[in-house]
């Protein structure tokens, strides 16, 4: 019998004086159900530098997923965010959970300035246009720990051939918004659906559409 191929999902600890992360409250709702005859895991990291990769790290070994979806909350931001790139910095404008506050170090020593993702972001973006979700392409991932697990990501995963792997940041939770006014938000269900989607879409794609998604700024 072939045994069930896995899609490794990971969402964050709250950070930055929030009580929730809806990244880890919309990833742990797909916890254990199926998408496209895949199973999925769904696993927590913590705000940290330091132990968000070997958390990580423990998860790529253990579940041997063929398709990683990284998610972080990136408060501000008005759509599902598909990040198209990983660089090599660690540029801390607050502390971590655990009190660190890299400036300008490298997340791999050695390593390449860049890594992009492998998922097909733009045919991710219009599938969730069409079915209502708001999403854009991102040109940056930032300089903090997202940024910093999604580059260690595809540093692990540069030797392995076939497993598609990024990086997708999501706005506030309406709950986190009513303490930003005027911020964007978007109900954790509806980002559950979204990456539920978004997932199906990455499983389904070989290879990205051709579509502008840049921007000028
Ligand atoms: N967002 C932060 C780190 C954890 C998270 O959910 C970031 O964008 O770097």
Not at 79 to 105: K, T
Request: positive net charge; aromatic residues 6%; proline residues 7%.
């Amino acid at each position: 019998m072939p045994t069930t191929r896995t899609i490794l999902l990971t969402g964050f600890q709250p950070f930055g004086g929030e009580q929730v992360n809806p990244s880890w409250q919309a990833v742990s709702a797909l916890h254990g159900t199926r998408i496209a005859e895949h199973r999925v895991v769904a696993r927590e990291l913590p705000v940290a530098f330091g132990t968000s990769l070997t958390v990580l790290r423990a998860a790529l070994k253990e579940t041997q997923p063929s398709l990683v979806i990284c998610v972080g909350q990136a408060g501000g931001r008005a759509q599902l965010s598909l990040e198209r790139v990983a660089i090599n910095v660690d540029d801390a404008r607050i502390p971590d959970n655990a009190g660190s506050q890299p400036v300008d170090l490298p997340v791999i020593d050695g390593g390449p300035a860049a890594y992009f993702s492998t998922l097909p972001i733009k045919a991710m973006r219009d599938a969730l246009r069409v079915a209502g979700f708001p999403a854009e392409v991102s040109q940056t991932a930032g300089t903090y720990v997202c940024n910093h697990v999604f580059y260690g990501l595809m540093h692990a995963l540069r030797v392995r051939r076939g497993v598609r792997a990024g990086f997708v940041h999501i706005p506030y939770s309406p709950a986190q918004a009513s303490g930003h006014a005027g911020a964007a938000s978007l109900p954790v269900e509806t980002v559950t659906a979204a990456l539920r989607l978004a997932a199906k879409v990455a499983l389904k794609t070989p290879v990205d559409i051709r579509t502008a998604a840049g921007a000028e700024h």
